[in-house]
């Protein structure tokens, strides 16, 4: 099994819908939750952090489900600067070092 | 806002040539990382760099990859002989702490290799 699996999509949806992924992971010790966005041929960029009590950044909020070991991110009124790959990432701690997992990416495509 | 700054942009190699890709972390961040995206594939980790020295490195760093920091700016990734298979994007990023809850990676934009 993968450690961050993600369904890669593509989800196309109407302008103004409301979507949202999720991410299984399989490490029980992975401790920190991401959610980055990445545009075709550009970096990374963070979108937001998840946090255990969910936390909500405008129209994007982020929930974290420890006993079933996912993460979801939900984006309301969608708008077509959303389409781009949402990346999962998860980062485990062992012995003060850390290791990185992505997600291979759910590509979101916004349609007029 | 500052950023992680990468050079060059693009660079192209014959098969067991030796490359070193450049970067330049945030200026106040601690913690250094090199990834790498083949096209169409996922973002995978490579290695980390914390205090003059690797903290973590995966599988795909083997010993024809090495880091260094030559000096308090620069942050390099040397592939001693590459190969067809190294044709990616390589990623830097730098984090003020280890990367938890409340600290992130910053990514610089990526360096395309390809490799003939």
């Known amino acids: 099994r993968k450690e961050v699996e993600q369904d890669p999509g593509p989800f196309n949806v109407p302008e103004g819908a409301t979507v949202a992924f999720n991410c299984t992971y399989s490490n029980s010790a992975s401790q920190s939750f991401f959610w980055y966005r990445q545009d075709c041929r550009k970096e990374p960029k963070l979108l937001m952090s998840v946090y255990s009590s969910g936390n909500e950044d405008g129209r994007f909020t982020a929930q974290l489900n420890r006993a079933s070991q996912y993460i979801s991110l939900l984006i309301r009124d969608s708008k077509l600067s959303d389409s781009a790959t949402y990346l999962c990432v998860v980062i485990r701690y062992s012995g003060g070092y850390q290791k990185v997992t992505f997600g291979t990416g759910t590509k979101l495509q916004v349609i007029p | 806002e500052p950023e992680v700054t990468q050079t060059p942009s693009h660079q192209v190699t014959q098969m067991g040539q030796e490359v070193i890709l450049r970067c330049v972390p945030i200026s106040n961040h601690l913690y250094f990382y090199w990834y790498r995206q083949i096209l169409g594939q996922k973002v995978e980790f490579l290695v980390s760099?914390?205090?003059?020295?690797?903290?973590?490195k995966s599988e795909i760093f083997d010993d024809q990859f090495s880091v260094e920091r030559p000096d308090g700016s620069n942050f390099t990734l040397k592939i001693r002989s590459t190969k067809l298979e190294d044709s990616a994007m390589y990623f830097c990023a730098s984090s003020g702490k280890l990367a938890g809850v409340r600290e992130t990676q910053y990514f610089g934009p990526g360096t395309r290799l390809l490799v003939l």
């Open positions: 760099f914390y205090n003059n020295e690797i903290s973590e």
